[in-house]
């Protein structure tokens, strides 16, 4: 048969253009994907939570890290189904291995440590790529103060890694306009509150600084975190500091053993904190893990810290 140029043209229009290889950005690397990862796992709570917002648990064979910490809510149980939890808490290179990985979806301190066993470098030998949690970058490089931008950039950049950038670019564009009805509700005037992360310890707190969701998600309700200018993401500071800086609300960060209301207890039962503002005035505010780390509850976050501050 003669081949022809309109033979050619119709061939080429029946056949879908593929996507792949596609590259992203992945803290200071470029990552290629030459297709589309199929057996990924992802390590904690709200990187999961991210995989199954973007509906990817068919390419998944695993979650790691969340039990060790945390619960799945009746939310999360229904979304993952029946892929395993491979490890506790953070996965060894023979776990991931052992579950036929192609691809890992973990931070800095969410997942890997610098230096540690799991990071890019160890596992790409092994034929598993892996995508860096945007917040978490920032204990590697250079990045600016975090931002609402952090968990959309993961969110798109996932979508073009398994090619549902329509589904990623949706969600996104969902998430902005749910924020800025909330930013349209806030009022106009008035200081902005000021506010202290508390995540865990009693010795020395460990508390979110400028490059921690957190900081993104008070500044957005219209508040101030007293650390935007602690240039960490999470990290321990002294009381003195905070009692100095007075808050006026206090952010309980819920997970582990210790409950939020075991933390709130003491903060309001230590003579030191009894001329904060907050303990004064018995001003606490209480955000889930899966809701202060970057994932898709972030925005619900905003609208619980937004009725918090500006509670009349």
């Not at 033979?7 to 590259?23: K, N």
């Not at 924020?179 to 902005?192: K, R, S």
């Not at 101030?224 to 007075?246: G, H, L, P, Q, Y």
Request: some cysteine; hydrophobic content about 45%.
């Amino acid at each position: 048969m003669k081949t022809t140029l309109t033979t050619l043209s119709l061939l080429a229009l029946a056949t879908p253009a593929l996507a792949h290889p596609v590259t992203v950005e992945s803290c200071n690397r470029q990552v290629t994907f030459d297709a589309v990862p199929q057996a990924a796992v992802s390590n904690d709570v709200n990187l999961t939570e991210m995989m199954l917002v973007l509906d990817l648990t068919d390419h998944m064979v695993g979650y790691t890290g969340i039990n060790g910490w945390n619960k799945l809510d009746a939310e999360m149980r229904a979304g993952v189904g029946e892929l395993p939890e491979l490890a506790e808490r953070y996965p060894s290179k023979e776990v991931l291995l052992g579950a036929g990985a192609d691809f890992y979806f973990a931070g800095w301190n969410y997942g890997m440590r610098v230096g540690g066993e799991v990071t890019p470098e160890t596992l790409q030998p092994f034929g598993i790529d892996v995508y860096e949690l945007y917040e978490s970058c920032a204990h590697i490089m250079d990045k600016p103060v975090a931002s609402m931008e952090d968990m959309y950039t993961d969110l798109l950049n996932l979508g073009t890694i398994f090619d549902v950038s329509d589904r990623a670019e949706t969600l996104v564009a969902g998430y902005r306009a749910e924020l800025a009805a909330i930013l349209e509700e806030l009022p106009t005037d008035g200081d902005a509150p000021r506010a202290f992360v508390y995540d865990s310890g009693e010795d020395t707190p460990f508390t979110a600084g400028r490059y921690a969701m957190p900081n993104a998600l008070i500044a957005a309700a219209g508040g101030v975190n007293i650390m935007d200018d602690f240039e960490k993401s999470w990290a321990t500071v002294s009381w003195e500091a905070v009692v100095e800086r007075d808050p006026e609300i206090i952010v309980i960060i819920n997970y582990g053993d210790v409950t939020a209301e075991q933390k709130r207890a003491f903060m309001m039962e230590n003579p030191a904190f009894a001329n904060m503002s907050a303990v004064q005035n018995d001003r606490f505010v209480v955000l889930e893990y899966v809701e202060a780390t970057p994932g898709p509850r972030n925005i619900q976050a905003v609208r619980t810290l937004a009725e918090a501050f500006w509670q009349q």
